[in-house]
C-alpha cells in the first residue's frame, strides 16, 4: 500500500534515528516495537527490522543517524540534503516538503535514570535558544521552524568555534550591533586570554553607548568554557554561552 511512513527513535529531545518509507506506513508499529525492544541498533540491522517487517522497500526506505544514511534508491541530489536538515525534528518526513506522512511513531529510549539530567541540560538550551530569538526576531513577529532551526545552528557553529582541539585558550570578539564574531587570538595560557580579553572590552567601551551594540571580548578555555574577559559585568554576551 502506497502509505507514508515514519520511524523516529529519540533520547529525550534528541534525534537518534530515522526510518522513512514512501510505501507500507502502515507497518511502523511494528518497526517502532522491534527497534525498542532491541536498541541501540545499528543503521544496518534498523534497514533489515523494517524490511522484514514490511515497512518499505528497496526503493523507498531509508535509515539515517547524525552521521551514516542508507538508502538503496535514487538519489535527485536534494534527496539527502532535506533529510539532513530536518533530522532533528522527530515528527518530520523528510520525503516532503510539507513534512506529513499517514503513519508516525515515536520511539523514546531515554532511560528513566537519565530523566532529570536530560531535562536539565535541555532546559539550559531552550534557554539559550530563547535568547539567540530575542536578538534577531523583531518584537511582534512570528517565530517560525526557520528561525528556530537557523538559531539551532548558529549555537551548534559558536559552540564549536570557542573550543580548541590544540589545547589554546581562545578570545571570541563579538559585535553586539551587527552579531558577527571571530577569533581574535588564541593564547597559551587562561590567564593570557582573560587579561586580553578584558582588555580589548575595555578599549572597546570608548566607541559604544552602551552595553547593546558594544564590542566585546570573551576568553574561553579548550573545552569551550567562559572564563572571562566581559568588562561590562553583564550575564549575556552577545549569543555565546558561558
Given at each position: ?71 538503496e534508491g535514487e538519489d535527485d541530489g536534494e534527496f539527502s540534503v532535506r533529510y539532513r536538515n530536518t533530522f532533528q525534528r522527530p515528527e518530520f518526513n523528510p520525503r516532503w516538503d510539507l513534512g506529513t506522512a499517514d503513519h508516525v511513531v515515536v520511539v523514546d529510549v531515554l532511560k528513566e535514570g537519565k530523566m532529570l539530567v536530560a531535562v536539565g541540560e535541555r ?120
Amino acid at each position: 500500500m502506497a502509505t507514508q511512513g515514519l520511524i523516529t527513535v529519540k533520547s529525550g529531545w534528541k534525534v537518534l534515528m530515522k526510518i522513512v518509507a514512501g510505501c507500507d506506513g502502515d507497518n511502523a508499529q511494528k518497526v517502532a516495537d522491534q527497534l525498542q525492544k532491541n536498541w541501540p541498533v545499528s543503521v544496518e540491522d534498523a534497514y533489515k527490522i523494517a524490511l522484514e517487517a514490511g515497512f518499505g522497500d528497496v526503493r523507498c526506505l531509508v535509515v539515517i543517524t547524525d552521521s551514516e544514511l542508507k538508502f538503496e534508491g535514487e538519489d535527485d541530489g536534494e534527496f539527502s540534503v532535506r533529510y539532513r536538515n530536518t533530522f532533528q525534528r522527530p515528527e518530520f518526513n523528510p520525503r516532503w516538503d510539507l513534512g506529513t506522512a499517514d503513519h508516525v511513531v515515536v520511539v523514546d529510549v531515554l532511560k528513566e535514570g537519565k530523566m532529570l539530567v536530560a531535562v536539565g541540560e535541555r532546559a539550559e538550551e531552550l534557554k539559550k535558544l530563547a535568547a539567540a530569538l530575542n536578538r534577531v526576531v523583531p518584537k511582534g513577529e512570528a517565530i517560525t521552524q526557520d528561525m528556530v532551526d537557523a538559531a539551532t545552528k548558529n549555537m551548534e557553529r559558536v559552540a564549536e568555534m570557542v573550543k580548541s582541539p590544540e589545547g589554546k585558550c581562545k578570545v571570541i570578539g563579538v559585535d553586539k550591533f551587527s552579531y558577527e564574531d571571530w577569533v581574535e587570538a588564541e593564547c597559551g595560557t587562561s590567564k593570557e586570554a582573560i587579561e586580553l580579553a578584558e582588555k580589548l572590552t575595555t578599549e572597546a567601551k570608548e566607541n559604544a553607548s552602551d552595553e547593546s551594540i558594544a564590542t566585546v571580548f570573551y576568553a574561553y578555555d579548550p573545552d569551550g568554557n567562559y572564563i572571562g574577559g566581559d568588562t561590562w559585568e553583564s550575564g549575556e554576551r552577545g549569543g555565546l554561552a558561558k
